[in-house]
């Protein structure tokens, strides 16, 4: 199993500032997910991370507005730049349990809950 | 393309009443499938999840759900639900062709009733 813990757990911002999210796990991962829960809404999937190349971003994620870093196997960051309101929700990091080289679970981590004013 | 479809927005049930939440994909390959829980305020909990062998999968909470490859299906049932099982209940889909993230349904909200 892997453990995940995420900083901050939440914060509140103003706007046209920049947080940057912090993600820790107890083992080494190849593959760390940052995802997106609007409030009342489903996560969504905003780049994967893996250790070496550049993050892979999906559909309505760019690279300037969420600039993530992957300097080793257990931590990875994700910076919310020039925030406006619409960026207020929970961020949270995943990353995929292997155990002889297939993938037995996903791991979440607890979430960090970000209000923009 | 991936995707997963939760017809169900809302679902209300009495207490001790049995329970199905429903759940479709689409998915290019053999998909993992997992279902997860959100209470409010509170992160996601892995109910279970299906990878391969036994269609019938059973979770934590007395939960379980079965893979039907030829409906394209994952529903979740529970014989008799618990006041504690008022939620958010997310299906999600995901596997090698998507590098292993998870792609969710937009969820359904289990009111439990007295």
């Known amino acids: 199993s892997a453990v995940i813990s995420q900083k901050p757990s939440r914060d509140i911002c103003q706007r046209g500032t920049s947080l940057t999210i912090q993600c820790q796990v107890d083992?080494?991962?190849?593959?760390m997910f940052w995802y997106r829960q609007q409030p009342g809404q489903s996560l969504t999937l905003i780049a994967t991370?893996?250790?070496?190349?550049?993050?892979?971003?999906e559909s309505g994620f760019v690279i300037d507005k969420f600039p993530i870093s992957r300097p080793n196997l257990t931590f990875s960051t994700l910076t919310v730049s020039n925030m406006s309101p619409e960026d207020s929700s929970i961020y949270l990091c995943?990353?995929?349990?292997?155990?002889?080289?297939?993938?037995?679970?996903?791991?979440f981590g607890p979430g960090t809950r970000l209000t923009v004013t | 393309a991936q995707s997963v479809t939760q017809p169900d927005i809302h679902i209300t049930v009495s207490e001790g009443a049995s329970l199905e939440l429903r759940c479709n994909y689409s998915?290019?390959?053999?998909?993992?499938l997992f279902w997860y829980v959100q209470s409010p305020g509170q992160g996601l909990q892995l109910l279970l999840k299906?990878?391969?062998?036994?269609?019938l999968v059973q979770g934590i909470k007395g939960f379980e759900a079965e893979f039907k490859r030829s409906q394209s299906s994952f529903n979740l049932r529970k014989p008799s639900v618990h006041w504690s099982d008022a939620a958010e209940y997310f299906c999600?889909?995901?596997?090698?062709?998507?590098?292993?993230?998870?792609?969710f349904g937009k969820g359904t909200s289990l009111l439990v009733t007295p």
């Open positions: 991370a893996n250790q070496g190349s550049e993050a892979t971003y």
């Open positions: 995943s990353v995929s349990g292997t155990s002889g080289g297939e993938v037995v679970e996903q791991y």
């Open positions: 999600a889909v995901g596997g090698s062709n998507s590098g292993y993230a998870l792609n």
């Open positions: 083992s080494q991962v190849t593959m």
């Open positions: 299906y990878f391969s062998g036994d269609t």
């Open positions: 998915y290019g390959a053999t998909p993992y």
